[in-house]
């Protein structure tokens, strides 16, 4: 569903500066004999992907939690990485482009890890034929985001390969960050009791690339999310920093992946609200009509993020208050089931 189908190595470990060499390798659980479009959909296939084949090979013996970023100590010095790709058909839709997507995508990965987007290096990888103006409207795209993001672009690589070899453009993007003070992202640290926050509508984005495309047959005024959370982010650690247990933005696999992957990952269970889900009609309908569900449709601008209770009035009111928050909700809860996600409807 989603347009990120990058390349799921983008899910960062903490990095242990002790491990300077891995002599010997843990074993491989990674078994698939192909890999398949499954793999790169951001659900079960993905993660099993990462765990089972990149984490135990790439990161060392005993990596730390997957996320969005990695944070590293140089010299004393903790700073933030993380590394995105972007691919999406067609380049530009309503909303949005490529171009700008790999900004906002990349400062978000950094946002919800709990750091603010200092530089930003990307990578082009054109085919062959692409017309100049296209190329050209793209990198304004990404220039525009990133002056609006407020993130500095300082460097970058292209490539070009056979016509026929691409899907006209691939951007690939390396993120740095620094951390916002007083935030600690750590699914570990989600307790029973918590409160699940989400700030705005979900699944405009998967939507509209597949009114984009061509491939549903309705029309709607329906525009893709893509933005940059970051004042978002910086309005709930301002409001409610130290209540502030995890964060993600739920791109592939939506909603409903991002929080099966924090239950697994913290051992409790969720209990989301399906009437306090802001989900526009539009998406609602294309949903029906397709037999999807908005919990599993690709987002570009919003977040997830799992609060203490006793911050969570705060919270609200905070994103209620910044820009493009309005639409701010306390979706669910923390309860003590084990590694589940439920659906709770009204009453």
Request: glycine share 12%; charged share 25%; net charge negative.
């Given at each position: 569903?989603?347009?990120?189908?990058?390349?799921?190595?983008?899910?960062?470990?903490?990095?242990?500066?002790?491990v300077?060499?891995?002599?010997?390798?843990?074993?491989?659980?990674?078994?698939?004999?192909?890999?398949?479009?499954?793999?790169?959909?951001?659900?079960?296939?993905?993660?099993k992907?990462?765990?089972?084949?990149?984490a135990?090979?790439?990161?060392?013996?005993?990596?730390?939690?997957?996320g969005?970023?990695?944070?590293?100590?140089?010299?004393?010095?903790?700073?933030a990485?993380?590394?995105d790709?972007?691919?999406?058909?067609?380049?530009?839709?309503?909303?949005?482009?490529?171009?700008?997507?790999?900004?906002?995508?990349?400062?978000?990965?950094?946002?919800?890890?709990?750091?603010?987007?200092?530089?930003?290096?990307?990578?082009?990888i054109?085919?062959a034929?692409?017309?100049?103006?296209?190329?050209?409207?793209?990198?304004?795209?990404?220039?525009?985001?990133?002056r609006?993001?407020?993130?500095?672009?300082?460097?970058?690589?292209?490539?070009?390969?056979?016509h026929?070899?691409?899907?006209?453009?691939?951007?690939?993007?390396?993120?740095?960050?620094?951390?916002?003070?007083?935030?600690?992202?750590?699914?570990?640290?989600?307790?029973?009791?918590?409160?699940?926050?989400?700030?705005?509508?979900?699944?405009?984005?998967?939507?509209t690339?597949?009114?984009?495309?061509?491939?549903?047959d309705?029309?709607?005024?329906?525009?893709?999310?893509?933005?940059?959370?970051?004042?978002?982010?910086?309005?709930l650690?301002?409001?409610?920093?130290?209540?502030?247990?995890?964060m993600r933005?739920?791109t592939?696999?939506?909603?409903?992946?991002?929080?099966n992957?924090?239950?697994?990952?913290?051992?409790?269970?969720?209990?989301?609200?399906?009437?306090?889900?802001?989900?526009?009609?539009?998406?609602?309908?294309?949903c029906?009509?397709?037999?999807?569900?908005?919990?599993?449709?690709?987002?570009?601008?919003q977040?997830?993020a799992v609060?203490s209770p006793e911050?969570?009035?705060a919270?609200?009111?905070?994103?209620?208050?910044?820009?493009?928050?309005?639409?701010?909700q306390v979706?669910?809860?923390?309860?003590?089931?084990?590694?589940?996600?439920?659906?709770?409807?009204?009453?």
């Amino acid at each position: 569903m989603s347009d990120r189908e990058e390349d799921e190595l983008s899910g960062a470990t903490s990095v242990n500066p002790a491990v300077s060499s891995y002599a010997e390798f843990p074993p491989i659980r990674f078994r698939d004999s192909q890999i398949e479009m499954a793999h790169g959909a951001g659900g079960k296939a993905s993660r099993k992907l990462v765990e089972g084949l990149f984490a135990p090979l790439l990161f060392g013996p005993a990596p730390g939690p997957l996320g969005d970023a990695a944070v590293v100590d140089i010299n004393g010095a903790k700073i933030a990485i993380t590394a995105d790709s972007f691919v999406v058909k067609p380049l530009s839709f309503p909303g949005g482009s490529i171009g700008e997507l790999a900004v906002n995508g990349t400062v978000n990965d950094l946002a919800v890890s709990g750091a603010r987007a200092e530089a930003l290096v990307c990578t082009y990888i054109l085919e062959a034929g692409l017309p100049s103006e296209i190329l050209e409207a793209e990198v304004r795209a990404m220039a525009n985001a990133a002056r609006k993001a407020g993130v500095r672009i300082t460097g970058g690589d292209t490539k070009v390969v056979e016509h026929g070899k691409a899907d006209r453009m691939y951007i690939s993007t390396t993120g740095i960050g620094t951390p916002i003070r007083g935030v600690k992202v750590d699914p570990h640290s989600v307790r029973a009791g918590d409160k699940v926050l989400l700030s705005g509508p979900i699944g405009d984005h998967g939507i509209t690339i597949l009114l984009a495309r061509g491939e549903l047959d309705m029309e709607a005024d329906l525009r893709s999310d893509t933005r940059s959370v970051l004042p978002l982010v910086e309005a709930l650690a301002s409001a409610a920093g130290p209540g502030i247990r995890w964060m993600r933005d739920p791109t592939r696999g939506g909603t409903a992946t991002s929080l099966n992957e924090l239950a697994r990952d913290c051992g409790l269970g969720i209990v989301l609200r399906e009437e306090k889900i802001p989900v526009r009609d539009a998406v609602r309908g294309a949903c029906e009509l397709l037999g999807l569900d908005p919990l599993h449709i690709a987002n570009e601008g919003q977040f997830l993020a799992v609060v203490s209770p006793e911050y969570a009035d705060a919270a609200i009111n905070a994103l209620s208050l910044a820009p493009g928050g309005s639409e701010a909700q306390v979706i669910g809860e923390v309860r003590e089931q084990r590694n589940e996600l439920h659906r709770a409807a009204q009453g």
